[in-house]
């Protein structure tokens, strides 16, 4: 639950109030604002009461759009804000065509979040300050393992400690080590296993 700007408010076409959509849904109210805390719904503070709102396109007549949580899931994932989940679900994208919340209602939710998860990679490469941006993309991380040589992530040519096995010995170049079977030793009236 947040207010908006005046950019996003202008993006969105139509607004609903928590009590119409309870009465669309056939639900209490608390019920539609549990549907908020969750995140399958958004809803922000606008007009002169600072009323909460729901954008009319999340609502199918008598449900919420199939695939509209799974979507909201995905960017809050990867750290998007209230504000930009609904900018990005009201712009217009021509490759689409339209938007994703029409997508979404007109069932391609696949592709939508396909897109979503795009925008996710796209947001993780962000510079999240101007000082990361300056920087340039990190290098290759270099980790030292315990007990053996360095190695570089993302390299194939990565110097690995030899496999082990059971017994802590190196394994054969053939594959697994034997582990040798237990056999049961009889002891004084009773089995032991050795």
Known sequence: MTEIDAKIDALV???????????????EVTRVRQLVKDGQLIAVRRG??????????????????????GTLTLLRDDGFTDEEMLEWLFTPDPTL???PAQALSENRGTEVKRRAQAARR???????????????PPGPCVRRPTGGSPHVHGSRAAVRRPALSVHGRPQAAGGPARVPRRRAVVRRGHRAVA
């Open 97 to 99: 065509p339209g938007t």
């Open 48 to 69: 002169e009461n600072r009323a909460l709102q729901v954008p009319a396109a999340f609502i199918d007549g008598n449900k919420v759009v199939k695939g509209l949580s």
């Open 13 to 27: 076409p139509a607004w609903l109030y928590l009590p119409d959509i309870a009465e669309m849904l056939d639900v």
């Open 122 to 136: 796209l947001n993780r490469r962000k510079p999240s300050s101007p000082a990361d941006a300056r920087s340039g």
